[in-house]
């Protein structure tokens, strides 16, 4: 059996695994540094990797945001993950599920950042001074772990569980709608799926948007004008399989779908 991954080979597994479509074991007990900063070790490992690639970086998303699945994995904090250019998927446009291994689907409220968030502590006020606007989003998760047996260290080293994402087309200020109380529904076809509202995440999705632009600064990865922040799921994950078509709709905010074949 051979030794404790480093940071390099446990990047190059699932680089590898995100390349071939095939999922790995999981690394948790794997790792050389078993912890926290090693897992964003893996994952800042990969993202370097990827930017010399020629990938474009386009913002972050937040995990983790629900205390249930926060609670299940023995954390008390989100995660985050990178959110590039070629993971973005047009409102209604067919995705292959060939481009994923094992996909889940959930609602959120996306930020786009309209001035660069540098402060070592951000407050609502900074944030709501920032955001240009909100979108209702679709995160179609993956994980490159097979099964989704998943714990904190895996879905950080492996960006978060990231896939892909979808934005809805009519943008919204935040003064006009209620980003904490607004009501989420997903639907597939005809049947509602999942539902929530905005304090389903972290009490209000600018609680999880303060905490990332905090951390992003942390990392030496700030938040800057034009990035995309995908907020945290506003109801439960749902498993997708082909021909599923699922719409979301966010009281004051809007519709966006999302179609797999």
Same mark, same amino acid.
């Given at each position: ?8 080979? =446990? ?6 695994? +995100? +390349?071939?479509? /095939?999922?790995? =074991?999981?690394? /948790?007990? /794997? ?15 990969? $993202? ?16 983790? $945001? ?6 299940? &994995? ?25 481009? &994923? ?8 409220? +996306? ?35 097979? %099964? ?34 607004? =009501?989420?529904?997903? /639907? ?20 999880? %948007? ?48 999302? &179609?797999?074949?």
């Amino acid at each position: 059996m051979s030794g404790p991954l480093t940071t390099e080979a =446990a990047a190059a597994l699932l680089k590898a695994a +995100a +390349a071939g479509g /095939r999922a790995i =074991a999981p690394l /948790r007990e /794997r790792l050389a540094q078993a912890d926290p900063a090693g897992a964003y070790a893996v994952q800042e490992a990969n $993202t370097r990797a990827w930017l010399g690639e020629g990938r474009r970086l386009v913002g972050r998303k937040i995990g983790l $945001t629900s205390l249930a699945v926060q609670t299940q &994995l023995g954390v008390d904090q989100p995660d985050f993950g990178m959110l590039f250019a070629d993971m973005a998927v047009g409102d209604g446009e067919p995705v292959a599920l060939g481009r &994923l291994i094992q996909p889940k689907v959930e609602a959120e409220v +996306a930020l786009v950042i309209g001035r660069d968030l540098t402060h070592e502590r951000h407050t609502y006020a900074d944030l709501i001074r920032a955001t240009e606007y909100a979108l209702p989003a679709i995160e179609i998760v993956d994980s490159r772990i097979e %099964a989704w047996n998943i714990r904190f260290l895996d879905t950080v080293a492996d960006n978060a569980s990231s896939g892909l994402f979808v934005l809805g087309g009519r943008p919204r200020r935040l003064g006009e709608f209620d980003i904490t109380a607004c =009501a989420m529904e997903m /639907r597939r076809g005809d049947e509602i799926v999942s539902r929530g509202n905005g304090r389903a995440c972290l009490g209000s999705p600018l609680n999880a %948007a303060v905490w990332l632009a905090d951390v992003m600064v942390r990392c030496g990865r700030p938040l800057l004008a034009g990035d995309i922040v995908l907020t945290g799921a506003l109801g439960p994950m749902v498993a997708v399989k082909s021909g599923d078509r699922f719409e979301v709709g966010i009281e004051g905010l809007g519709t966006v779908s999302s &179609l797999f074949d």
